[in-house]
């Protein structure tokens, strides 16, 4: 069973209890105690004249082991070795031979020298008790140390058993110039986490209330697996918890870093030198005032369930929640936002590492994809791109703006087609697209449109419904759609995905299944959704709006 790395605290504290008088004190009376046998049994030796051969060759026996041990046992407390685990054991092991041999010796004596049986029959229990306490002393050492080195078997890799002592050693003194660089700074702590947030913290509204869309990029720098108990979000002024995560709720919100989503047989599981994802979404009560900045506080503990530890992030401002309002981006009619925000959406975990930065542009990205009047996406089959209601729709600058990025030449594709994948380069992903420039470092990014369909060029300046092209079925796409996300540059990968809401729209229900719609199935209004018109807020995923 493995026990937790320890940090220097602890080690300062295991230590502490090693150089106390109480094992000093042990070992004094065991000399003295030693001394008594080997001063009673040599006056016997000296004084008594008619003692014979055998008798005078196992009491010298008795006073040289005596003496010995005495000597092993004075020099452990001159040198003060007793704080050294691997030293307790040697000289456990010792006591318990020459206590052995002397029990054994008497009890010869006795057995041998009728007249001195009783001398003999008292040296031996003598001896029996001598030989318990140094079997204890023997078997206690061997844990004691055993625990030492399941507790330190990082730091004292490649050593050998005098450069543990050593190193124990240099920690009482409190020099750590003979330990690796490395080893220190990760002994520093017993949970050496790194928490890093990304992305934008600005409350975007939704359905009346506030919420705060992110990631924790959690980099575990341990030597030992650690499992995440528990994760929350507090208000950095008042230290109120605005959200907690922990068991089921916590293990869906994470991801480890290249393992896929299947093979995450415990995602609440820290590796050694891997990094694992948090995607948060904090939703605040409905009229609370918001925080000037949050903290997060992560509590851990080893693999056996014990040993927690918490930790508690540097705090990090807010963004502002005034966010610039913008208008639909598609045509007049009902829309669904496919993969619309949401903590579960597949725009929502698309992390992707590019120039030497992980990037999450689709944060709060939507597939726009039109609903024809039957409730269907599709007539017929859907098995052309012209059998989608949105296919070739118009669409419209939702912002004023500038020009800043073009990309043409991306065939279309069949819809639901497998030829999808050969899209999936980072020069065509996005298909035909349009970047607009909306200034404050917001930039609106339209993907997938339509073949010969663009009609503006980089560095064009366009107002508000401005036509920038056709809704098609390029690049990286499973069906005609419009693909919509803001990013703070003009890469449609490579940067971090901002909030946005619309001016206005009417929210008339949600799409329950997908696969269902894709497969054919008309939505039905859900009487128990009634329709209403709503402002300043951003759609979430699935949710059927109409635009005027």
Known sequence: MNSPQPSVKEMQQFLAA?????????????????LIVASAVGSLLFTEPNLPTRTRIAFGCIVLIALAWA???????????????????????????VTAVFMLAALVLAATTPAHRDLGLAAGSLGAVMFAVALFIWRRAARRLDQLIQRTRKLERGLTSGSLAQLLLVLIGGSLVFLPGEAIAQQLSPAPIEMQVAGTLEPVAALGRHHLVYEIHITHFGLEPRQVVELSALDATTDQVLASWSREKLANRLDRVGVPAQEQKNPRLLVPGSRTVAYLWVTLEPGSTLPQSIKHRLKTVDTNGESEHTLVSKQVQLGSSDLPRIGPAVAAGSWVAVRGPSNSSGHRRSLVALDGAAWLAQRFAVDWVRLGEDGRLFRNDGSRNEDWYGYGQPVRAARAGRIARVVQGVPDHAPLSSDVQKFAAREVVSGNTVVVDEGDSRFAVYAHLRPGSISVSEGESVPVGAHLGNIGNSGHSLAPHLHFHVGDSPDPLASEGLPFVLDTFRLLGRLDSVPQAISGAAWIEDPRRPARDVEGEIPFENMVVRFD
């Open 71 to 97: 000597l092993v046992i004075g020099r452990t407390l001159a040198l003060k070795k007793v704080l050294l685990a691997r030293h307790r054991v040697v000289t456990g092991r010792l006591a318990a031979f």
């Open 18 to 34: 090693e150089l106390s008088g109480r094992s000093r004190t042990w070992y004094t009376l065991l000399l003295l105690f030693d």
